[in-house]
């Protein structure tokens, strides 16, 4: 703890004395407007043919948020609002040369590379959590939560109706909000925060209403006042998506003990998930004999001679929805943890200044995983996760503080974690954050760990200057089941420092240096790494973006100290609204984390290189190709006696060909082809030589997020081949060419609301 007291202590000081002018500067009076009530619903045939509407509010004055800080849209934006006692209504009019609008007919949220406009609403005026719902020029809709100092939750679903029409001069869109498909308190007359924007993506430009500036922290706060909301309510809001699964499998049984052969497997199952808003502030969902199945597949990542566990981000609904009431500084609940849920239950909501997240499930994973002779086989993981936060208001800053806990067991097994955090506003553009956290771990064993690990980080953001610097601290018997804790036997010190030039004129939208240090020691005072990284980076138009970073580090790993220096640069451009194209490039020195038996870990020449096309021919279809590579061959300083110089250690190759057709808003077609290849030099690296060729198929017919019907097909292929009559019979070969697995489903889900 006096490491961290002392590190707080100094990091208040300087931006104390730093900003001790900002201190005292008061914030602007925030924007007021007031909504007109009408009997008669506008409709988008209104906008389009300009007929006259009862009544209506209307916004022209958008400003520049980026690239440019206050300066009027480079191309005019007028929106209309109104409402009744059931929807709220918005409209948009946005001119500009239809030949260089960015946008095409997709899935419900992915258009956010597409221009767009934005209306984001914060119901609880607590200038912290606002609903957001964005829509393309074609009415193709996108929406989710936006909490300030959290990253932006797009999971968040609703019922809402939208339209778009691209136009001759410009386009159109509308949309129509029901007061049920949000949460609001009750109250005869509402007043709420209210954000308007406008994307142009040619000119990675966002403008908004009202005026806000990246000089100050944070986007709801700098939110404007909807007023005029009288007699209005959320109504019953009460959901029932009871859904019908069908699939057939045939997979290579490779279970242990018995000879590799086919088995097939047919299952149909029935669920039923349940949304219920509990005076329009709480929302339970209860998922019974849910499918936890995810849709969507996993992008590539290389997970070869990795030193540490790969995080591949969680795709399945009912995890996704509102999962920003349990983030944290550290990151303690992390719901790929949870792999096989028989059940789940959540409650999420607010209520004044007070928010609760809190999720139970069963989890079947760990269970299956244990011998058929364990006494635990199949048996259920109780998980649980519950988070309280506290919010407080100060001169038109918000702070938080926030207390969680998780709990696992499975047996005489169990993982149990309590932690506080809290989140600081002192001054205008600079944040701490910070977290204390502490484990109690029982093995399976018996064995009983447990012990503490904190965080603390300040960080200023602004328009040229930005800082970070950040304190990590967590003890070797630290434990977190269901976290993604990376590493523990850590006392990180991270310093972020950069400043960013702005042109007012010509592509480039700013350029500058950023320098990066970090070091981590154990817990016995020893250096385990250390990494100092000075970079350049640079944006422009059209979604250009290019930095290149120096890097020289120090590991220690398996006994050894490794100096390591490397070269990295990425890029990105969608300078073609039917192109984008981004990639990477990293060279320099690598350790083999994976060395063969008999040899200790050694430094190479390591590259890893991945390049990504996405082409847009229409309106309609999407094409990605992406390729990665990652190798490592032995350079002047591995040190291995008889290997010469330039030998391969491994190559790893990833290809994925992604096709994505949208019929309409509603159907689509998608189809992925990935290849994998892992080829190693076996007496030099750990590593088994694997192939894969992986085809995925995906019919979609969405009605909304909760009525769709999903038809998919798989099919895998591995460098093996099958000889019963020889052992082992299962023996790896050159090429793909075995099926080891093939699946078909269908699935149907059909959305109830009351």
């Known amino acids: 703890m006096p490491r961290i007291t002392c590190f707080i202590l100094l990091c208040a000081l300087y931006s104390a004395s730093v900003l001790h002018a900002q201190a005292g500067a008061a914030d602007s009076q925030t924007t007021r407007l007031r909504i007109p009530r009408v009997s008669r619903a506008p409709q988008f045939t209104d906008f389009l043919n300009g007929t006259p509407r009862e009544a209506e509010l209307v916004v022209t004055d958008f400003r520049q948020y980026s690239p440019g800080d206050g300066q009027p849209a480079t191309q005019p934006t007028t929106a209309y609002l109104s409402h009744d006692d059931r929807n709220l209504y918005v409209a948009y009019i946005c001119k500009d040369d239809p030949r260089l609008i960015r946008a095409r007919v997709s899935k419900h949220d992915q258009i956010m590379h597409d221009d767009r406009v934005v209306l984001n609403i914060d119901t609880f005026h607590d200038h912290r959590h606002m609903y957001w719902f964005d829509i393309n020029p074609y009415g193709v809709q996108a929406d989710g939560n936006v909490t300030d100092g959290v990253e932006d939750d797009p999971s968040w679903d609703t019922l809402w109706h939208s339209e778009g029409r691209i136009v001759d001069d410009g386009y159109v869109v509308f949309a129509a909000i029901p007061f049920r498909s949000f949460r609001f308190p009750s109250g005869s007359e509402q007043t709420w925060g209210l954000i308007l924007g406008r994307f142009i993506q040619r000119n990675n430009e966002f403008s908004v209403w009202p005026r806000m500036s990246s000089r100050k922290p944070g986007h709801v706060q700098q939110g404007g006042d909807m007023e005029g909301l009288r007699d209005i309510s959320p109504g019953r809001n009460i959901q029932f998506i009871p859904y019908g699964l069908f699939s057939a499998a045939r997979f290579l049984d490779t279970s242990a003990g018995a000879a590799p052969r086919y088995a097939t497997q047919r299952e149909g199952r029935a669920g039923l998930d349940t949304k219920i808003v509990i005076k329009d502030a709480f929302t339970f969902d209860l998922a019974l004999n849910p499918d936890f199945s995810q849709v969507e597949s996993d992008e590539p990542q290389v997970t070869v001679n990795q030193r540490y566990e790969v995080l591949f981000p969680e795709k399945r609904p009912f995890f996704l929805e509102n999962a920003g009431y349990f983030m944290t500084p550290l990151r303690l609940f992390f719901s790929r943890r949870i792999v096989d849920p028989s059940v789940g239950a959540r409650l999420t909501g607010k209520i004044g200044k007070w928010a609760l997240g809190a999720l139970f499930a069963g989890d079947e994973g760990p269970g299956k995983r244990l011998p058929a002779a364990h006494p635990l086989f199949e048996k259920h993981s109780p998980v649980g996760a519950v988070r309280l936060q506290r919010?407080?208001?100060?001169?038109?800053?918000?702070?938080?503080?926030?207390?969680?806990?998780?709990?696992?067991?499975?047996?005489?097994?169990?993982?149990?974690?309590?932690?506080?955090?809290?989140?600081?506003?002192?001054?205008?553009?600079?944040?701490?954050?910070?977290?204390?956290?502490?484990?109690?771990?029982?093995?399976?064993?018996?064995?009983?760990?447990?012990?503490?690990?904190?965080?603390?980080?300040?960080?200023?953001?602004?328009?040229?200057?930005v800082w970070r610097s950040r304190y990590t601290d967590i003890s070797p018997d630290f434990r977190a089941g269901l976290g993604f804790i990376r590493r523990v036997d850590i006392r990180e010190t991270y310093q972020d420092i950069g400043y960013l030039w702005r042109p007012e004129n010509g592509p480039i939208q700013s350029i500058g240096p950023v320098f990066t240090w970090y070091s981590f020691h154990d817990h016995s005072g020893r250096l385990t790494d250390w990494n100092v990284s000075p970079e350049i980076r640079v944006t422009a138009l059209r979604g250009t973006a290019f930095a290149y970073e120096r890097e020289a580090s120090y590991e220690y790993y398996g006994g050894i100290g490794f100096r390591q220096y490397a070269h990295e640069s990425e890029f990105r451009t969608e300078w073609f609204r039917w192109l984008t194209v981004s990639g990477e490039l990293n060279i320099g020195d690598g350790i083999n984390y994976r060395p063969a038996a008999g040899l200790r870990p050694f430094t190479g020449k390591a590259r890893q290189t991945g390049v990504t096309f996405t082409l847009r021919p229409g309106a309609r279809l999407q094409m990605d190709e992406t390729y990665i590579f990652s190798g490592l061959r032995t350079g002047r300083n591995s040190g291995l006696a008889g290997v010469a110089e330039g030998t391969a250690v491994y190559n790893n190759h990833?290809?994925?060909?992604?096709?994505?057709?949208?019929?309409?808003?509603?159907l689509s077609l998608r189809f992925i082809l990935d290849y994998n290849s892992v080829l190693p030099n076996t007496s030099l690296a750990r590593l088994d030589k694997d192939k894969s060729v992986n085809v995925d198929a995906l019919f979609t017919y969405m009605v909304n997020p909760g009525t769709a019907l999903h038809a998919g097909y798989t099919d895998l292929y591995e460098n093996y081949r099958l000889d019963p009559s020889r052992s082992p019979a299962l023996e790896r070969i050159a090429d793909p060419t075995l099926n080891t697995g093939r699946q078909f489903f269908v699935k149907l889900s059909y959305l109830l609301r009351f």
């Open 391 to 465: 919010e407080f208001r100060h001169g038109g800053r918000v702070s938080t503080l926030a207390a969680m806990a998780t709990t696992q067991e499975l047996g005489a097994f169990h993982n149990r974690v309590f932690s506080l955090d809290a989140r600081l506003q002192p001054l205008r553009n600079w944040i701490f954050t910070g977290q204390a956290v502490t484990s109690n771990t029982r093995t399976a064993e018996g064995r009983k760990l447990a012990g503490p690990a904190y965080y603390a980080d300040w960080r200023h953001a602004g328009r040229h200057f």
């Open 654 to 666: 990833l290809v994925r060909s992604k096709v994505n057709y949208q019929f309409s808003r509603r």
